[in-house]
């Protein structure tokens, strides 16, 4: 078990299972409030890939904690980011994420996952993420400052990995939209853009550098095990490793964002 400790708050990651916890119930400063309206966006993805593992039983005991642990998260980190918000635009979009958040989580957890609503919940958290999107960005704005920047950056690095992982188990159920191969790509491209960037910020600490060099080595077996193809027998194997590079990759990224986050 990896443990961290940012800000006095303390966040304890299980990589063996996914849980994110997090003891302190309220937001710190602006930069955990970009951090937190990251996250948000990260669970959207999270949340749809864990449906789709627990659809085709991909690891299913670790992927139903993710759904439930993710599940929890977002419903309280939505509560913190409306007590926050600083802007009445902010606060606007919180309010609309609030409902099409409802609707979403009606079709995760109302029934047995099952293609046909698989199938909606690829449309609805695109829905969901394009939200949390524009939240995060009006709070990087709000913050004007470096470390805010970088604070977004990195945490839509969560994102990207999640939604790498959710395109990938879509198209091996048969519920992706035409389109999520290039939705995929384009995510990949993104990523690796995002590194560039990060790696290349003056503000680097010794610390970060560190932990962006294990980022990149993770990556490398994230990024393998989606470029995985061959014999369909070996489908169910190549979902697994799917699901498992995602959440360590996940793991790390959580991790130096939270170390951007202090350099406010």
Known sequence: MDRRSFLGKTIVIAGSLGVFSYTLAQI??????????GRQRMLSQRLAKAYLQLGQTIDAERSRKILDTSLNLFERQLAELRTFAPTNDNKLVLAEMEKTWLSYKQVLVGKTPNQQDAR???AINEELLAMAQTATVQLEKYSGSTSGQLVNISGRQRMLSQRMAKFYQALQWDVAPADAMGKLEQARKEFTAGMQILNSSSGNT?????????????????????????DQRNHQQYAINVATTSERILEVMDGVTGLYQQLG
């Open 206 to 230: 010794a610390r970060i550098r560190d932990e962006l060099l294990l980022a990149q080595q993770q990556w490398m077996f994230f990024d393998g095990a989606l470029r995985q193809s061959g």
């Open 120 to 122: 909606n919940i690829m």
């Open 28 to 37: 710190l400063n602006i930069n955990d409030a970009i951090n937190k309206s």
